[in-house]
Structure formats: structure tokens, C-alpha cells
């Protein structure tokens, strides 16, 4: 059984960098392509960024495109998510998910395995 596991998250100021990791087990890393969500207080999960399973396609939001950076390792089974210059709206419980077929996508309904969440939380 695939599980995925989020880490990394925390308290931080606004500006700040935080690096989220995604462990995968019970699979294997490279067959998926995967993507991060998040979902803030009273609004729905939306999407934050893609990446195929060769890392070569790589989609974001709009919101944090130029901020955030999701690259892969396959070797280590992990994912990550750099965060860069945090803002007081990338508050949010932040998700990990992955989906077989291996190529990207920013459509929640397309991944298979979610991670249960890490919360990150930008003060000003």
C-alpha cells in the first residue's frame, strides 16, 4: 500500500523560506508524477504545483509561481516543495499527492495517494 508522508512544515515570519519533503513508501517514486495542494481555513484545497515523474514537466499556481519550487528525487523516494519568500496567504494545511501514469497535472480529482498534511503557518 502506497502511503505518503509530509514533513517540514512550522511556524514562520513572512519572508521566510520553509522546504516541505514528501517520503514515499510501499512504492516506487518514479511511476508517479506528483503534485502539492494546500487548503486554508473555510476554503477549498487548491492546487500549488505539479511535477512528472522524469521532472521535466513542472506546472505551478499562479500565486506561487516564482516563489515555490517542486522537484523530485527518485532515488530517495521523496518529493519536495521549496518555498521562498512566504506570504501571509500561503497559510494553509499543505498536501502531498501522487498518481500513476507518471505525468503532472494540477487536477486534484487525477491523483490516487495523499499524504495526511503538514501545516504552515506565516506571521507577519
Request: charged content about 20%.
Amino acid at each position: 500500500q502506497v502511503e505518503l508522508v509530509e514533513s517540514g512544515g512550522g511556524l514562520v515570519q513572512a519572508g521566510d523560506s520553509l522546504r516541505l519533503s514528501c517520503a514515499v513508501s510501499g512504492g516506487t517514486l518514479s511511476r508517479y508524477g506528483m503534485g502539492w495542494f494546500r487548503q486554508a481555513p473555510g476554503k477549498d484545497r487548491e492546487f500549488v504545483a505539479t511535477i512528472s515523474w522524469t521532472g521535466r514537466s513542472r506546472d505551478y499556481a499562479g500565486s506561487v509561481s516564482g516563489r515555490f519550487t517542486i522537484s523530485r528525487d527518485n532515488a530517495k523516494n521523496t518529493a519536495y516543495l521549496q518555498m521562498n519568500s512566504l506570504k501571509l496567504e500561503d497559510t494553509a494545511v499543505y498536501y502531498c499527492a501522487a498518481r500513476l501514469l507518471g505525468s503532472s497535472s494540477s487536477r486534484s480529482s487525477e491523483y490516487h495517494h495523499w499524504g495526511q498534511g503538514t501545516q504552515v503557518t506565516v506571521s507577519s
